[in-house]
């Protein structure tokens, strides 16, 4: 049950991403990104994090990519073109990445034993245990990311705006 | 396999189909009851032909709808096009999966009247209901018109923005309660009948206007119905569309609405509960389940009711005035509350 | 029952997408994009560590959960302004193209 779980939103997830990648028009690859996020949460959900996968959907889901195709609609951005620029990432570009993968499968994949497995059902972590550490431990740094957001509300509307 | 399990899962299969079929026979009814009411307010009958007090128009309504031909412009953008309406339909049918219609009264281990409870419930509702809003952005842009696009740009920033005072509006019931599970919500609500609902007895009754006004904006119902003004935009974000497309809009439209009925009922006026407390209760759990479910349909009616009225009453805001309203005037009131909610459980709570 | 092996290695696979992507893409809303994906690839580490940690020391830990959290806040904290950069850049330019807008001065 996990595993087919698992596999379905994996393969999802990563659809999504290699969607992101070869679609030329933006709005194409924000919708693939918004399948990659919702996949997420059900990821999340599998792991036990049931609140985050909620704020998974509700932040970036339901906010952030509607503020994406928001501006891809506005501004009416078209289809993107091939330059040079892009002939010279793709030569620097998948090689790197493919290298930073490989990298990264083989540490995790070498320590499988050691990371174990995980159950359904297990270490599930309630909103009421986020908020406990939350609230208690980290209450300074909760409230300097409230500060963060006034200042970033500030600051988009200070740059979004029309100049007189 | 497990016949737990497959109890489970066929038992909560039928469950879902039950509540579909509900929730869409309700969303035509819906829609009859809006030309009926704003007939009588307009001083006209509304439909009155099809059947006895025209109560088989939304049936004619659906066959029309079906047969009629399904166009397809030249100019959209195919795959968005006819994913629009999907998303927006499929979002507001969803989000009815984690409401509680009636009494926990478990059968075989499985809740009859609650698809799935859920622990997060409120947030799941709001995370639903914030996809949503793709259906009518994507169908502004791909239908490649400008009234459209207009429309689905108002509609974009029109959600985000009332989307904030919606959710604060919600903290002070959350605060009461300190639990997102709307069983929970509705459990604390339900000692002294009318006096213990979080409109009344919580003091919540300024959320609740916030959570009435933002939520009517949120489903672009008016006074909020900028998006498809039709004096401006034709039709707005549905110019293009026809059919039985047009009429997935049209379902998503009146079943958001459902749910909007649905939430208001669970958070401030007590869910199932009965205004009179446990005078009159008692009984088999026949008696019980029928009275809760019962309670639930007419505190959902009524502010379908509400919705209706409204429509019937107000002019629709100018675009500039909307956004105003929402940051200026919803949002700091929305804060306010949160403060003096908490303010006010904090003096009850002992001092250690 | 899934080796959290499995959910790193994912985690990798997306990052390694976004990276990609990031170096590629050529409109400056999809360069951004892939930013978000390289976030989101990172909450996922972020989540199966904290579950890692959770099973290791037999009581929940929450720390890596939290960490998501700060991690999302501040995602759209950087949404909100990015896209309003981007509005303003589109104002002065009216290009999206990042090989067009190489330049400091307007």
Redesign the interface.
């Known amino acids: 049950m996990?595993?087919a779980l698992?596999i379905i939103f994996?393969g999802l997830?990563?659809a999504g991403?290699?969607n992101?990648?070869l679609q030329r028009h933006?709005?194409n690859?924000?919708?693939s990104?918004?399948v990659?996020?919702?996949s997420?949460s059900v990821?999340?959900l599998?792991?036990?994090?049931?609140?985050?996968?909620?704020?998974?959907?509700?932040?970036?889901?339901?906010?952030?990519m509607?503020?994406?195709?928001?501006?891809?609609?506005?501004?009416n951005?078209g289809r993107?073109?091939?330059?040079?620029?892009?002939k010279l990432?793709?030569i620097?570009?998948?090689p790197?990445?493919?290298a930073?993968?490989g990298l990264?499968?083989y540490i995790?994949?070498s320590?499988?034993t050691t990371?174990?497995?995980?159950?359904?059902g297990?270490?599930l972590?309630?909103?009421?245990?986020?908020s406990r550490?939350?609230f208690r431990d980290?209450l300074l740094?909760f409230e300097v990311?409230s500060v963060?957001?006034l200042?970033?509300?500030l600051?988009?509307?200070a740059?979004?705006r029309?100049e007189h | 396999m497990d016949t737990r399990l497959l109890a489970f899962l066929l038992i909560s299969l039928v469950k879902v189909i039950v509540v579909v079929v509900i929730l869409l026979m309700a969303v035509a009814y819906t829609v009859l009851l809006e030309r009926k009411l704003v007939g009588r307010i307009q001083n006209r009958w509304g439909p009155s032909r099809v059947g006895p007090f025209g109560l088989l128009q939304p049936l004619v309504d659906g066959a029309k709808l079906f047969l009629k031909e399904d166009l397809m412009p030249e100019a959209v953008y195919r795959p968005l096009y006819i994913l629009a309406p999907i998303i927006a339909l499929g979002c507001a049918l969803m989000s009815i999966a984690v409401v509680p219609f009636g009494a926990n009264i478990p059968w075989k281990g499985v809740d009859l009247f609650q698809i799935s409870d859920v622990n997060i419930g409120l947030l799941v509702l709001l995370g639903i209901t914030s996809i949503g809003v793709y259906g009518i952005a994507l169908s502004g842009w791909s239908s490649n018109n400008k009234y459209s696009l207009l429309g689905a740009l108002r509609a974009s920033a029109q959600v985000i923005s009332y989307e904030l005072a919606l959710g604060l509006s919600l903290i002070g019931v959350v605060l009461r309660t300190g639990s997102l599970r709307l069983r929970d919500i509705v459990d604390i609500q339900a000692t002294h009948g009318l006096l213990s609902w979080n409109f009344f007895g919580g003091f919540q009754f300024v959320a609740f206007f916030i959570y009435l006004m933002a939520a009517y904006a949120e489903t672009n119902r008016s006074p909020f119905d900028l998006p498809e003004a039709e004096s401006e935009l034709t039709a707005g974000y549905h110019t293009e569309y026809s059919s039985m497309k047009f009429a997935m809009f049209f379902m998503a439209e009146y079943g958001n609405m459902i749910t909007v009925g649905c939430v208001a009922t669970l958070l401030f006026f007590g869910g199932w509960t009965s205004p009179f407390g446990h005078f009159g209760q008692g009984g088999g759990p026949v008696s019980t389940a029928f009275l809760s479910i019962f309670w639930f349909v007419i505190k959902v009616f009524f502010f379908l009711f509400l919705y209706i009225w409204v429509r019937g009453t107000l002019p629709r805001f100018r675009y500039d005035q909307l956004m105003g309203f929402g940051w200026k005037f919803l949002v700091p009131v929305a804060i306010a509350n949160i403060v003096a909610t908490s303010f006010c459980i904090g003096l009850r709570l002992p001092v250690h | 029952m899934v080796p959290i092996a499995y959910y790193l290695v994912l985690s990798a696979i997306l990052f390694s997408i976004g990276v990609a992507a990031f170096l590629i893409k050529r409109n400056i809303i999809t360069v951004f994009m892939s930013i978000e994906l390289m976030l989101n690839a990172v909450n996922l580490t972020f989540v199966a560590f904290s579950r890692q940690w959770s099973q290791a020391t037999g009581h929940l830990q929450v720390s890596g959960q939290l960490f998501v959290f700060f991690v999302m806040v501040v995602a759209a904290a950087e949404a909100a302004v990015g896209l309003a950069i981007i509005i303003a850049v589109f104002r002065a330019r009216n290009t999206l193209n990042v090989d067009q807008i190489d330049l400091m001065k307007l």
């Open positions: 996990h595993l698992f994996a997830c990563v991403a290699l992101l990648l933006p709005i690859s924000a919708l990104l918004i990659v996020m919702s997420l990821l999340y599998l792991l036990g994090a049931e609140f985050l996968a909620a704020a998974q959907v509700i932040v970036y889901s339901g906010a952030i509607v503020l994406f195709t928001f501006v891809i609609m506005l501004l951005a993107e073109e091939r330059t040079h620029g892009s990432a793709y620097a570009g998948f790197g990445a493919a930073l993968l990264l499968a995790f994949l320590q499988r990371f174990g497995n995980a159950r359904l297990e270490y972590a309630t909103t009421g245990d986020l550490v939350l980290l740094p990311t963060l957001i200042i970033a509300i600051g988009a509307v740059l979004a029309k």
